[in-house]
């Protein structure tokens, strides 16, 4: 297949069930989906497993992509909705947690220290139900409401869940540039 | 605003985060996904397949039906070499009858049978043939021997034959009660059917061909030697009654 095929074409060959243009599909795309179920998942048998399970997805579905909007996002909504599908079979319990506030005062310097793996660890060691709600609020750019809509449940523990996991966040990131201190409880 | 720092710090380094997958992935995926090309090959293929399974039992069928063909020409071949056989045989048979006394004809038959190791249908068919044939055939095969190679011992077995008859007439009446029985016998002979009837007469082409070709050797064969001898007992005319030829 030749560099300069454009992506609809590409689209175009794999609803027609092309195997080189579905084989190029996925060597295009599995590294970054492949990253988005890690941020899902801690186990990463368990992130392959989903994203085998969305690629097949893509391939069935792509006859109904009628080109409105980005190929890219249509394709990274289809992984997060079998995340959300995998996670829900997992009954993961999305319970009220006090809100707490650890605060990272060194931000800059996480930034430059902290590389994308070393903060990958920290969203992995969350609990499952503070990394998904984290994972669609903070990176996905889902709102509270979309959130409870798609994870059946109510906004007020969306909310709660967030912070919990940023509180979480903090500390491990404190961890890691070795300021444990820095953790304060309003 | 540090909670907010704590979602971009996040965002920003893990939107375009990639990780690269095991080697084996694509398999498993190639295994789900629909193939319609690798189907139609899958189509083709049986498709070939089937064919194969038509085509290989017909091609079987029809090298049967060639082989049967050739065995049956060789079956053919084979029953058109017996009666030659049985040919040359029930001439010498005759000899040994046309010497012996009619009590020694049925044992004469019965040992040149067990020397040449035909069956007893083959033999009696032979017999019947060959009688039919010798008794037709004999003459115009000698006379034509004669006439194409001109050779001593050929014209005499006419001549011979002919004494030989005469001898059996006019010495010994159990010769001629012999030769009644063997015209009876020939009589006997029913027609062949038709399909047997082109055969005999192919038989009779062929039969009379290596017999041209045996005539300078005949006078050697044991028909030659018995008629040889049966000239010398009539011109001694001597009434010494009919000699007995060993079987050997």
């Known amino acids: ?186 | 605003m540090e909670k907010k720092s704590i979602d971009k710090l996040f965002e920003d380094k893990l939107k375009d985060y990639t990780s690269t997958p095991s080697i084996n992935l694509w398999d498993r995926i190639e295994k789900q996904i629909p193939h319609e090309q690798k189907q139609e090959k899958g189509f083709f293929r049986r498709f070939w397949w089937l064919c194969l399974l038509l085509f290989v039992p017909v091609g079987i069928g029809i090298w049967y039906i060639n082989q049967d063909k050739n065995t049956a020409q060789k079956n053919e071949i084979v029953m058109e070499h017996t009666p030659k056989q049985s040919n040359h045989d029930t001439n010498e048979m005759i000899d040994v009858v046309s010497s012996e006394n009619q009590k020694d004809k049925e044992k004469a038959e019965n040992t040149e049978e067990v020397k040449n190791n035909l069956t007893q249908k083959y033999a009696q068919d032979a017999e019947n043939k060959d009688f039919s044939i010798n008794q037709k055939k004999n003459e115009k095969n000698i006379k034509t021997e004669a006439t194409s190679e001109k050779e001593i011992s050929s014209t005499n077995q006419k001549a011979e034959e002919k004494e030989v008859k005469q001898n059996s007439n006019e010495k010994t009446e159990e010769k001629a009660k012999e030769e009644i029985k063997e015209t009876k016998k020939v009589d006997s002979v029913k027609p062949q059917p038709a399909k047997k009837g082109v055969k005999v007469i192919i038989k009779l082409s062929e039969s009379e061909e290596p017999k041209e070709g045996k005539a300078r050797d005949f006078a050697s064969t044991k028909t030659g030697k018995f008629l040889r001898k049966l000239k010398q007992i009539k011109e001694g005319e001597t009434g010494i009654p009919p000699v007995q030829i060993p079987l050997n």
Request: net charge negative; with cysteine; glycine share 6%.
């Open chain 1, 1 to 186: 297949m030749s560099k300069k095929i454009t992506e609809e074409e590409v689209i175009l060959r794999c609803q027609k069930s092309d195997p080189l243009a579905q084989k190029y599909l996925y060597e295009k795309y599995a590294g970054k989906f492949l990253g988005i179920c890690k941020r899902y998942f801690a186990n990463l048998h368990e992130a392959e497993d989903v994203m085998v399970m969305s690629f097949v997805k893509i391939f069935e579905k792509i006859t109904q992509f009628r080109g409105e909007g980005s190929f890219e996002g249509w394709m990274k909504r289809l992984i997060v909705n079998e995340c959300l599908t995998q996670i829900r079979k997992k009954q993961i319990l999305f319970v009220d947690a006090e809100t707490q506030h650890n605060l990272v005062d060194n931000i800059e310097t996480a930034e430059e220290i902290l590389n994308a793996e070393d903060l990958l660890t920290c969203v992995q060691r969350l609990p499952d139900g503070y990394r998904t709600v984290f994972n669609l609020y903070a990176i996905e750019g889902y709102s509270h409401q979309e959130i409870a809509d798609m994870l059946g449940i109510s906004e007020g523990t969306s909310k709660s869940q967030l912070s919990r996991a940023r509180n979480l966040l903090q500390t491990y990131v404190n961890e890691l540039l070795g300021t444990d201190s820095v953790s304060m409880t309003n």
